[in-house]
């Protein structure tokens, strides 16, 4: 789950992180009295869970608060790469010396937290990775000893920043850290922490990425979730406990098993099409869920096939068979849909689905190769 701007920012906050004294707003007459509080020279930064808002013209400075006003209502009439704009963040307005990159993440290759620090604050961390990879410089985090005061010391050394900040950076850097580790983060970024003309080391901005599987410990953020920047299929998988992921292709997946699903979708690729989604409906799915899973896949018009991929050990195909045979009757859906079921009850299922004239595949690859097939016939 990704957090807006102004939350990751109060939650870095609460961990000795300091940031710019602002306040969120959803109507251009609320940031025009914000920005009075603030001394009347703010930033106006759009809230919305995508990059790139600063070249879209959704950060933008105002130097009085009818500025702040006039811009509000411009931002908020924004669609910035289709997401709408709700809300905005006024900010204080201060002066920059230096922008730093701050961020943490999990290495699946060292198996750890990495701590990520780099001079080039400011820019996209995957654009400096493109262009200057050597600018980038790695801390690895043992879990179990945390983030030790020498290594954000090696990071603030190695950055170049000059020692009379070193003492503030280390106490932001073990403050990123426990925000990270304490809300099962799996990414934890300031870009930029600025050096500011007052001396101060400031997070002008904060992202934040929570691990869904952990949300059931933090209730509080868990609440903070914004179902405006999710697709209604997302939205709708949270409810039936489905792991849905909306992509761009034709061809609807459903399956059982996360690594069984990436397996499926590979092959769709590997034969020249598309994948519509990622969609795992878990170990033991009942009709119910199998129906939801089925209903979310064709409610997406972009879909011209589905292929249903189910390899039953705790999943029953007789139960899998009826939950696409409930959402299909429901549906009323012409899509073809290209079934491969095999395991625990698989004949029974198989017997249910070609009675009501679905199609059949034997095999991973003749299943994929015949939702290709289908699909492109369904786009002609």
């Known amino acids: 789950m990704k957090l807006h701007e102004y939350q990751s920012k109060s939650v870095f906050a609460k961990y000795g992180v300091p940031i710019p004294k602002g306040r969120v707003a959803g109507i251009a007459s609320e940031a025009k009295q914000i920005a009075e509080e603030l001394g009347g020279r703010v930033v106006v930064k759009a809230q919305v869970l995508v990059g790139g808002r600063g070249k879209a013209g959704g950060i933008r400075l105002a130097k009085s608060p009818q500025e702040a006003e006039e811009l509000t209502t411009h931002i908020l009439a924004m669609n910035i790469k289709g997401m709408k704009v709700r809300k905005v963040l006024i900010d204080e307005a201060v002066t920059i010396v230096k922008e730093i990159y701050l961020g ?31 600018k980038i410089l790695k801390v690895a985090i043992d879990p ?6 020498y290594q954000a010391r090696d ?35 300031i870009n930029p922490l600025v050096i ?6 400031l997070a002008l901005d904060g ?45 609807g997946c459903m399956v059982n098993g996360a690594g069984l699903a990436m397996a499926t979708m590979d092959l769709i690729k590997f034969y020249g099409g598309s994948p ?46 009826r939950g696409i045979l409930s959402a299909h009757q429901e549906a009323k859906s012409k899509v073809p849909m290209i079934v491969r079921l095999v395991g625990t009850n698989a004949e029974e299922g198989l017997r249910l689905l070609t009675n009501a004239n679905f199609v059949m595949a034997d095999t991973l690859v003749d299943a994929a190769q015949k939702a290709i097939a289908a699909a492109r016939e369904g786009t002609k």
Not at 310 to 321: H, K, W
Request: with cysteine.
């Open 104 to 134: 943490i993440t999990n290495d699946r290759t060292r198996h750890c937290p990495v701590m990520m620090g780099s001079s080039e604050g400011g820019m996209e961390i995957e654009e400096v990775a493109r262009k200057n990879p050597e």
């Open 144 to 149: 179990l000893l945390g983030l030790r005061d």
């Open 155 to 189: 990071l603030a050394v190695s950055m170049d920043l000059p020692k009379e900040y070193w003492k503030m950076f280390i106490t932001i850097a073990n403050g990123l850290w426990r925000a990270y580790q304490e809300n099962d983060a799996t990414l934890a970024e």
């Open 196 to 201: 500011t003309a007052d001396n101060r080391l």
């Open 207 to 251: 992202k934040m990425v929570i691990d869904d599987n952990a949300l059931y410990r933090h209730s509080d953020l868990s609440e903070a979730r914004d179902q405006d920047e999710e697709t209604p299929g997302e939205v709708e998988a949270r409810k039936y406990g489905l792991s849905f992921i909306k992509l761009d292709g034709e061809i």
């Open 276 to 321: 519509a989604n990622f969609l795992d409906i878990g170990g033991g799915a009942a009709a119910e869920k199998v129906a939801s899973g089925l209903r979310i896949i064709l409610s997406d018009p972009n879909v011209k096939a589905v292929l249903i991929n189910i390899f039953g050990g705790i999943t029953r195909g007789d139960e899998v068979a």
